[in-house]
């Protein structure tokens, strides 16, 4: 790319084939779709990226970005394992896939709503923002090795609504821009929180993230009704 024409922002939707707590995640199909292809099917109808680009470690997701009409890039095995630190794979990716905002975009948010998506992009590009993570804001007491965060306990019981809400990082959309996180990464070897940082506050349906199976039949029976939550789980092949 030359400096005219690098994207504005690229879409990183991320999968790994050796997922531990639920194997093969981005593979699991509801009805007759894997997570990924739901995940890059939303991408695409928010149409505010540049492009989309499948960021994995083998064949099959691939085959699936291929199939969606997506690029694909191959990352190298060894930033596949359980071990892999993000922000080694975010430097490895924008180091080989030039652009100005890079939105890591996780498809094991299935439900993540159009206008949160689109929120997130467009609220990532301003000038004022290098860094910027999904959040769900909870209105609830909340404690923190056994004490109080939002309220007190020497006086009466706070109603929810009175509450400072405590905000909890969702995994669904991060994003950087990417010269600032080259620039603290070369220097620290470490870059997910650099320069100045913004929270988004995402909906209820955003923030259900896929980590472990209870977590896939639960979205899977939002989506097919709750008689599907204890039905066995098919993949993607």
Excluded at 52 to 59: F, H, M, P, S
Aim: proline fraction near 3%; charge should be positive.
């Amino acid at each position: 790319y030359t400096k005219m024409n690098i994207p504005n922002c690229i879409c990183m939707i991320p999968a790994r084939i050796g997922s531990q707590r639920f194997r093969k995640k981005n593979l699991a199909l509801i009805g007759k779709k894997s997570i990924l292809e739901l995940g890059i099917e939303k991408a695409i109808e928010a149409k505010i990226f540049d492009e989309i680009i499948v960021n994995a470690d083998d064949d099959v997701f691939e085959l699936i970005a291929q199939k969606k009409g997506v690029k694909f890039y191959r990352r190298e095995k060894k930033l596949g394992s359980s071990d892999t630190k993000s922000d080694d794979v975010v430097f490895d990716f924008i180091s080989k896939n030039k652009c100005e905002n890079i939105v890591w975009y996780n498809a094991i948010a299935p439900l993540q709503t159009i206008d949160d998506i689109k929120g997130f992009a467009i609220s990532l590009r301003k000038k004022n923002v290098d860094t910027q993570f999904a959040t769900k804001k909870e209105y609830l007491q909340a404690i923190f090795q056994n004490k109080p965060l939002n309220f007190l306990e020497n006086e009466k019981f706070s109603k929810t609504q009175d509450l400072d809400p405590i905000e909890l990082f969702v995994p669904s959309l991060m994003g950087w821009k990417c010269k600032t996180f080259i620039e603290k990464y070369i220097s620290d070897k470490h870059a997910f929180f650099c320069g100045k940082i913004n929270y988004y506050p995402v909906s209820n349906l955003s923030s259900l993230v896929i980590k472990h199976e209870s977590d896939f039949r639960l979205i899977r029976s939002v989506i097919k009704g709750i008689s599907s939550y204890d039905e066995s789980i098919e993949y993607f092949n």
